[in-house]
């Protein structure tokens, strides 16, 4: 084996290591990441790499951030945690510089890539799956067992996307794997209902709607995907009209034109309006009378009193029965076991599904609006975080805070607002805000240049990278998608193959252009 063969098979061993543990294992990307750094230097051709690096004005923009991130440092007083941040902003330099200066991939290796990454993401989710039948789950995050769940639910998102590039590119794949991607396609799409990951679906919806919009104004000779097109379109109208019909039957008031009952069947009085929230279509404090559910609930259950009395109350309420003697003894033997188990809610036991989904964040969204509360949502705590985050930025906009403080000072910000959130360093839970509040708008504008500059290149697959794009910068509104482990390997990695790797490639067929 030669030399050159050597450090070729290392370069996309390095490759297949990353893609490989992206879902799986922080560890052994870190190991993908360092071979792959080493095989660059030990190459030891600095003339040859300097002249692909020339050619490829685009890495230039790339690495802008990565290079100045210490401008953040300006403002900083611990600079421990600073550089502790710039360490892990590493692979953006790292992967694209070594994908630029390295020989082109061809399509198999890319191919190869694509695949060990998909091979990762159905045994990761098959393991979750296993571990979600044999274990107690009080929190569906809790199956995402090797990486964060929303960072997890990034990745299955670009798994359903590339399986689906490889089922309509015929250039990319034998016929024979059709049915097999078309299976795996589902099973990733299945699993990510099944996690309840709302920014990854909200995020595969966009995708849809995004690729259905560009396939109606692209297809103009080929009817059938147009077709295709406007069925989809006519699903996701669907389902924000069923999202529409739930909303209101969560919110509206049913009872409002019913004269509301002064006695119990017993003859004893009801109290009415002591909780004015309403919840699955009726308000809670209504048609309540403590004495009898005080009374009968021992008689179902062996758990005091005290210990289930809200959760008894709304869910009574859910199921549209009165908080009385009777409506206790309504409740079936599961409905017992739901209260006991915490559930306050029978729309919360239901698995999967919307109301599922959805109903908690109603229920704290009402919190919220009344009374300022913020009950167990990350929804209402990220509103929070964002507000406070903005008023940072206002007294700190040209230098930021600091990359090593920002944490610090937002969590100190919170106290004297006196918010509810008392966990520290949660971080802003915005990728804008933070590297704003971080660096100022000096290093924001960097930051920007690195997402954007792509948008104004030819690359080749645009369409394939698009759906990362916004993938990546949609997760950013919600998440500091970069300022963990897992999450800038999964950008830097897949951002650098695209535009880099793929991008490199020679002019497609004219079949491949017309699958596209």
Known sequence: MTRTKFHDLLYIGSLLTIAFSLPLSMFAMTIGICVLLGNSILEWNWKEKWNRLKEHKLTFYLISFPLLFFIGFIQTDNFGLAWDSYL???PLLI????????????????????LSFIASLIIATFYSFYYLNTHVINDIREISIFISHIRFSLNIVLGIVILAFLIWNKEWRPKRMVPIYGVLLFWLLLYLFISQ????????FILVFVLMIYILIKSKKRHEYRIIAI?????????????????????????????????TKAGNPYLHGTESLVENGHVIGDNLCMPELQLEWPKRSKVPFAEVEPGLIRYLNSLGLKKDAEGVQ????????????????????????????????????????KYGKIHQSSLLERIELWKTTTVLIKQHWLFGVGVGDHKQELDQQLIKQKSEITKKEKGCHNQYLTIWLSGGIVLLLLFLTMLLAPLFFKTRYRLLYMMFFIIITVSMFTEDTINTHAGVTFFAFFNSLFLLGVGRLPAPSDSEQQNK
Do not use: C
Not at 95 to 114: A, D, G, S
Not at 242 to 257: A, E, K, L, M
Not at 338 to 356: F, M, P, Q, S
């Open 88 to 90: 892990m902003k590493l």
């Open 330 to 369: 309504a409740l079936s033997h599961d409905d017992i076991k739901n209260i006991e188990n915490g559930y306050a809610n029978v729309d919360y036991t239901k698995g999967i599904g919307l109301k599922r989904s959805l109903y908690p964040t109603f229920f704290s969204l009402s919190l919220y609006k």
């Open 197 to 204: 990951t709302l920014t990854g679906i909200v995020i595969l």
């Open 95 to 114: 992967i694209p510089l070594v994908i630029t200066t390295t020989k082109p991939l061809e399509r198999r290796e890319i191919n190869w890539v694509l």
């Open 231 to 263: 069925l989809f379109l006519t699903f996701i109208l669907g389902l924000m009209g069923y999202v529409s019909y739930i909303t209101y039957g969560y919110f509206h008031n049913q009872d409002q034109n019913v004269p509301l009952a002064q006695l």
